[in-house]
Structures are given as structure tokens and as C-alpha cells.
């Protein structure tokens, strides 16, 4: 390997006594002499980027940007290929004489295999590399959409969406993995933002029946061909900018080990993971062609089979259950309920829309989800004064706050038949509160945050429109869903109350042992 002598190496080489402590979700990020730190309260750098130009925490922010609309896009594109199409249930169900029940399935079946698919590629791309599972991604993605365009048959239509939808779910996973070079809330912002906003594409789908004899009698599959064109350009764009993330980083156990201490938060100590000593010499950074090849070394450190197990056992853990049942219901509500009911709703008598513009349901998620992105920085604000507040000590439920107005936004907006969108608020927020309490294996915990959100949103449509034949919109929506939704959000008053509690609770537990002793990836790498 090429190697700079120390002179050589200009790059700025990060110092920071920040270290999370026994407790997960508790870090010490008040800044020591001589640290570096970022934001507005002077705290030390964490997670702490090693001397190697090649880890991703030394990228430029040129660099992580690229990557960073990339895979948001793709998340984008691949959600709204999924989700999108929801405005062609009933015409579906007359070209394929089939109920608009069955027709459904079309769209609530390649969206339970859109979080299933992160069981199978997650623990792939650990093995073998995020960057060739990136690619295979898209080619399958890409494949698969093409393949739906052509469909003339029901079963042939299922089959092609379900293998789009499996291939392009674990995008939501790269996100996490390749920006969390970025704050916390910042890339769990930027990554619900896009796949939240993927919801909107029955608006495009809509639309684009109104155009389809200008365009040579497409009907619906001209949405497809749209997706298909889109998939290409991020397959090229992915292939030039998107770079192996895999990148070995020191473990807690390892860290710990440095540590003359018992590695609490409660008092600095004179060293700390970032006090280590530069080797003389340190990598060369890759070269631009180094960076484009698709395949990655195997990490033989990695069980695929285990990586495949290990994530179910996160269901019992409190915080990511709030997740799973959190997001299960958003998208359950905003991305599958509405986009399955307003269409024939709408289009039925007494209101008589036309089928093209069925999709002007988006038009409100657009609304909701921009109003909501508003305040998405607000706990990246709030968060860090109550850390300086308590003497440079960050618990993982100071950002839980800024949640209380959402909490009762979204269940309103339900009953008032809108999409509630507030609850995205709600949503980021708990998925950045879970990441700050868990930092270990996190490529594991989202495994079980897709699977579970999924099943509860799969289970809340598969017979969505049967219930609301059987019981009415107003019991089913403004009743049942919403009385969910605020069972669900007043858990934040839980977590708020007795978060900590909670945390070291289940950092006690012969559960938390297995996993502390089986850590495969740290947060940021």
C-alpha cells in the first residue's frame, strides 16, 4: 500500500474527548483543550474520524453531498415507482378482471417486499460491500420495472413489481450507512424527506393517464417508462460518485480497553478514543479510477446467517419497537390508506373526478411534508443546549421534545381526513432518538425497523378495503387508525419521562450482553 510519511500527510487529523459511555444513548461530547468541535455550542466531535484519508468521516462535504442526493433520490424514485401506481387500482382491476380488492394487492405486496428485501441485502453489503450491492440494486431495480411495463398478464404484473420493490427496498439502509457523516437528525431528515415525498408520486402517475394518447396509447405504463429512464441516469450517477463506505472502525470494546477508567460520562478522563498516537505513516487516498471498481473486499468477520437472526431479537428492545409501530402507522396511513382509498373515493359519486386527477391527494403531502421539514432542525438546536445544560452530557431523549405538538397535529389531521403529515415530524425525530440511544450494530436494528413498519403497514391495507365497505370510512379512518395513531404518539410522553431509565434498563440485560459482545459495525462507518 502507498504510504505518506507524517510530514507529508496535510490533512487535518481530528482530536476529541468525546466517548459514549456504559449506558447506551449517554455521550460525553464537552470539548477539552485542544479538541475540535462543531456547531453552535462548541461540542467535541463524535463519532471521531480516524487518520485515514479513505474513511468516509474524512470525506469532503462535496463528496457527501453527491452521495447524499443520490441516495435520496433513488430512495425517492424507488418508493414512488412503488406507491404511485395506486391510481391505477381500478383500471387495473377491469383490464385484469379482478376485484379492486385484488388490484390492490398490486401495490400492498411489492410494498411489504420494499422492507423485507433489507433482510437478505443488508446483511449482503456488510459481507461483501455496500458499493456492489448498491449497483446490483439498481440493476435489479431497473430490470424489474421494465419487466412491469411489458406485463399483459395479473400474476406476471405481481411478480415484476414485487422483484422492483425487493431490490430497491435497502436503500433506505445506504442512506443511513453513507450519511452518517452528516448529523444525526440531518440524514434521518434528508432520508425521510425523500422517501416520504416517493408518496406523492400518484400525483406524476395521475397526470400521466391525461397524456397518454398524445404519447401513443402508453395508458399506465407510461409511468413505468418514466421510472425506467430515472433508474437508468442514478444507475450511471451511482456507478461514478457512489464510493465503497465499508471502513473498520475501533469497537467500544476496544475503546474501552484504552480507557484508564470505567469509560462513564460523568468526568472526562486524560484519554480518551480520539488521544491516540498518529502512526508515522497513513494511506494514500484512492484514486478517482481505485474508487470506481464494483466489487469490495469480503469481510470474513461477518456472518451472513447471523446478521439475518440477530435483528429480530431488536423487537423487544423499547425504543426501536416505538420506531417499527411509529412508522408502521405513518406509512400504514399516509403512503398506503389514502393512496389506496382516495382514488376510488374520489372518483366515485357524489364527487366524480376523473381518474387523472385522482392523484391530487399528493398535493396535501407535499403541503405536510414541507411544513414539517420546517422543524426539522429544530432538535439539532434544542438537543445541544440542554447537552452544554448538563454539563456537555448528551442523552439520547433531549431531542424529544420538540415532538409534543406533533403528537397531537397528526391524530387531529386524521379525523379531519387529511394525511396528517405532521406525524412526519414525529416520525424522524423517533428514528433519530433510537439511533442516538443505540450507536452499535446499527445495520441490524434498521433490519428490524424495515421488516416490522412493513408488517404493520401491510396488515393495516390488505384488507383495508374490505373493512371500509364493511364499517365506513369515518369508523375504519377517524376512528380505528386514528385511535392507533394517538396510542402510539402518547408513548413519547413515556419516553421523555423514563427514557434513561429505560436505557439502562435494557443495557443490563442478558440480551444487551449478547449484543455488546457480537458488535459487528459502530455508528458512522
Known amino acids: 500500500m502507498d504510504l505518506l510519511t507524517y510530514d507529508e500527510y496535510s490533512r487535518h487529523l481530528v482530536h476529541s474527548h468525546a466517548h459514549e459511555g456504559d449506558i447506551p444513548g449517554s455521550v460525553y461530547l464537552k470539548a477539552e483543550d485542544g479538541d475540535d468541535t462543531k456547531g453552535t455550542y462548541g461540542?467535541?466531535?463524535?463519532?471521531?474520524?480516524?487518520?485515514?484519508?479513505?474513511?468516509?468521516?474524512?470525506?469532503?462535504?462535496?463528496?457527501?453531498?453527491?452521495?447524499?442526493?443520490?441516495?435520496?433520490?433513488?430512495?425517492?424514485?424507488?418508493?414512488?415507482?412503488?406507491?404511485?401506481?395506486?391510481?391505477?387500482?381500478?383500471?387495473?382491476?377491469?383490464?385484469?378482471?379482478?376485484?379492486?380488492?385484488?388490484?390492490?394487492?398490486?401495490?400492498s405486496y411489492p410494498n411489504l417486499a420494499y422492507g423485507f428485501g433489507s433482510l437478505f441485502l443488508v446483511p449482503l453489503y456488510l459481507k461483501i460491500g455496500r458499493r456492489p450491492v448498491m449497483l446490483g440494486s439498481l440493476v435489479v431495480f431497473l430490470a424489474g420495472l421494465i419487466a412491469a411495463s411489458q406485463c399483459t398478464t395479473f400474476n406476471s404484473l405481481m411478480i415484476s413489481?414485487?422483484?422492483?420493490?425487493?431490490?430497491?427496498?435497502?436503500?433506505?439502509?445506504?442512506?443511513?450507512?453513507?450519511?452518517?457523516?452528516?448529523?444525526?437528525?440531518?440524514?434521518?431528515?434528508?432520508?425521510?424527506?425523500?422517501?416520504?415525498?416517493?408518496?406523492?408520486?400518484?400525483?406524476?402517475?395521475?397526470?400521466?393517464?391525461?397524456?397518454?394518447?398524445?404519447?401513443?396509447?402508453?395508458?399506465?405504463?407510461?409511468?413505468?417508462?418514466?421510472?425506467?429512464?430515472?433508474?437508468?441516469?442514478?444507475?450511471?450517477?451511482?456507478?461514478?460518485?457512489?464510493?465503497?463506505?465499508?471502513?473498520?472502525?475501533?469497537?467500544?470494546?476496544?475503546?474501552?480497553?484504552?480507557?484508564?477508567?470505567?469509560?462513564?460520562?460523568?468526568?472526562?478522563?486524560?484519554?480518551?478514543?480520539?488521544?491516540?498516537?498518529?502512526?508515522?505513516?497513513?494511506?494514500?487516498?484512492?484514486?478517482?479510477l481505485q474508487t470506481l471498481n464494483p466489487w469490495s473486499s469480503i469481510d470474513h468477520e461477518v456472518s451472513f446467517l447471523m446478521t439475518m437472526i440477530r435483528p429480530f431479537t431488536y423487537f423487544v428492545v423499547p425504543a426501536v419497537f416505538w420506531v417499527i409501530t411509529t412508522y408502521g402507522i405513518c406509512i400504514g396511513l399516509g403512503a398506503v390508506t389514502f393512496n389506496y382509498t382516495f382514488p376510488l373515493k374520489i372518483t366515485a359519486p357524489p364527487y366524480n373526478w376523473s381518474e387523472t386527477n385522482s392523484g391530487l391527494i399528493a398535493v396535501a403531502s407535499i403541503i405536510g411534508y414541507s411544513l414539517a421539514t420546517l422543524f426539522a432542525s429544530s432538535s439539532d438546536a434544542v438537543a445541544p443546549y440542554l447537552t452544554r445544560k448538563n454539563d456537555g452530557v448528551r442523552e439520547a431523549e433531549m431531542r424529544l421534545s420538540v415532538m409534543l405538538p406533533a403528537m397531537l397535529i397528526a391524530p387531529a389531521g386524521l379525523v379531519l381526513r387529511g394525511n396528517g403529515d405532521m406525524g412526519f415530524l414525529l416520525l424522524f425525530l423517533v428514528y433519530a432518538h433510537s439511533i442516538d440511544s443505540y450507536y452499535a450494530n446499527t445495520s441490524e436494528m434498521l433490519i428490524a425497523m424495515n421488516l416490522g413498519k412493513q408488517a404493520i403497514a401491510f396488515g393495516m391495507a390488505i384488507y383495508l378495503l374490505d373493512w371500509i365497505l364493511q364499517y365506513g370510512f369515518a369508523v375504519m379512518i377517524a376512528g380505528v387508525f386514528t385511535g392507533l395513531l394517538l396510542a402510539n404518539n402518547l408513548l413519547l410522553l413515556v419516553f421523555m419521562i423514563w427514557g434513561k431509565r429505560i436505557r439502562v434498563w435494557t443495557s443490563k440485560t442478558w440480551l444487551a450482553q449478547v449484543h455488546k459482545s457480537t458488535i459487528t459495525q459502530v455508528m458512522g462507518h
Not at 467535541?44 to 435520496?72: E, G, H, R, V, Y
Not at 406507491?83 to 394487492?105: C, D, M, N, Q, R
Open 161 to 288: 413489481r414485487v422483484i422492483h420493490a425487493f431490490a430497491s427496498g435497502v436503500v433506505r439502509r445506504f442512506q443511513f450507512s453513507w450519511l452518517t457523516t452528516y448529523s444525526s437528525c440531518t440524514s434521518v431528515a434528508s432520508a425521510l424527506v425523500s422517501l416520504c415525498m416517493g408518496a406523492t408520486g400518484p400525483l406524476y402517475a395521475g397526470y400521466m393517464l391525461a397524456g397518454y394518447m398524445l404519447a401513443g396509447g402508453y395508458s399506465w405504463r407510461l409511468y413505468f417508462y418514466v421510472e425506467i429512464a430515472f433508474a437508468g441516469a442514478l444507475l450511471l450517477a451511482a456507478f461514478f460518485f457512489v464510493e465503497e463506505s465499508a471502513y473498520k472502525r475501533a469497537t467500544p470494546q476496544e475503546d474501552h480497553a484504552e480507557k484508564p477508567n470505567n469509560g462513564t460520562v460523568d468526568s472526562p478522563t486524560k484519554e480518551k478514543p480520539g488521544d491516540t498516537i498518529h502512526s508515522v505513516a497513513v494511506p494514500m487516498r484512492k484514486s478517482f
Open 43 to 107: 461540542q467535541a466531535i463524535f463519532p471521531i474520524p480516524s487518520d485515514d484519508p479513505n474513511d468516509p468521516l474524512q470525506w469532503n462535504n462535496t463528496k457527501k453531498t453527491i452521495i447524499l442526493i443520490i441516495c435520496c433520490l433513488y430512495s425517492f424514485i424507488s418508493n414512488s415507482a412503488t406507491l404511485g401506481p395506486s391510481v391505477y387500482i381500478g383500471i387495473w382491476a377491469e383490464e385484469f378482471s379482478v376485484s379492486p380488492s385484488t388490484s390492490s394487492g398490486l401495490l
